[in-house]
């Protein structure tokens, strides 16, 4: 793995935040290659999809994810142009200009899209008090966590890493939560976002999504929040809290 890759990319943390999660995860199982030309860089990086739990149930004939990035369009170029498919590939895209240079030389299928938000400054909602933090694993808040795919151990470890749960309280009972977590440096996801059903429709998430994100700031941490470009409901508590979207990933895929 070249030594600069990480510092190259984060010359842009948040537009790159998924390359970075990536190399942080994977280290030395992640392809690597870099081209560097006097101020002009290029990275791509290229994961077996085996190696992920999300790309093999979302793409379970891919043979590999492609994830790139540079100073320029221009300069990813030569990397796509050497690419050799051994099978199906995944490119997660962060620019409008990279899926150009994508485009140029393969046939490619937009299948997904995600958006990211974030934001600078408090929210500063007195309801936000209202909130309940935790620090651990909460069997109460289970049912909550597990409908969005999360099992005990995989939770406990993330605890275990610093994790932190916002939660709605009505008459005792949870009706909404979700978690904050590290993704790569300062940067803290706001993930696992639920609410039951019969509380939806009433700022629930809104409000434990919203104490999430002063909470993060309030620790010197950036937040981000991200959500599927299809999930209006989901899109509708980012822009009620004021978050701005900082990058759109695009998934592409390509038939071998």
Not at 126 to 131: I, K, L, P
Not at 179 to 206: P, S
Not at 249 to 254: A, D, F, I, R, S
Request: net charge neutral; charged share 30%; hydrophobic share 40%.
């Amino acid at each position: 793995m070249p030594t600069n890759v990480e510092a190259l990319l984060s010359r842009n943390v948040m537009e790159n935040i998924t390359l970075l999660k990536m190399l942080d995860a994977y280290g030395d199982r992640i392809g690597c290659e870099v081209r560097e030309r006097g101020a002009d860089w290029g990275v791509l990086l290229r994961l077996p999809s085996a190696l992920s739990a999300y790309d093999r149930e979302a793409y379970p004939e891919a043979e590999s994810v492609v994830f790139v990035a540079g100073s320029d369009a221009r300069s990813i170029r030569p990397l796509i142009e050497e690419l050799t498919p051994d099978g199906d590939l995944v490119f997660k895209v962060q620019r409008n200009e990279y899926r150009v240079e994508i485009e140029r030389v393969f046939r490619a299928e937009r299948r997904r899209a995600f958006y990211t938000y974030t934001r600078t400054e408090p929210i500063g909602r007195a309801e936000f008090g209202t909130v309940a933090e935790g620090d651990g694993f909460d069997e109460r808040l289970a049912p909550l966590w597990s409908s969005n795919g999360y099992g005990a151990e995989e939770l406990r470890r993330m605890f275990a890493g610093g994790a932190k749960s916002y939660t709605v309280y009505e008459r005792g009972k949870p009706v909404s939560a979700c978690l904050t977590f590290r993704n790569y440096g300062t940067v803290w996801e706001i993930g696992a976002l639920r609410t039951r059903d019969e509380y939806r429709g009433k700022g629930c998430a809104r409000l434990a999504a919203g104490a999430a994100v002063d909470r993060l700031l309030a620790r010197g941490l950036v937040p981000r929040y991200q959500a599927a470009a299809e999930n209006a409901a989901s899109i509708r508590v980012a822009e009620s809290l004021g978050l701005v979207r900082a990058v759109t990933l695009e998934h592409l895929y390509v038939r071998g």
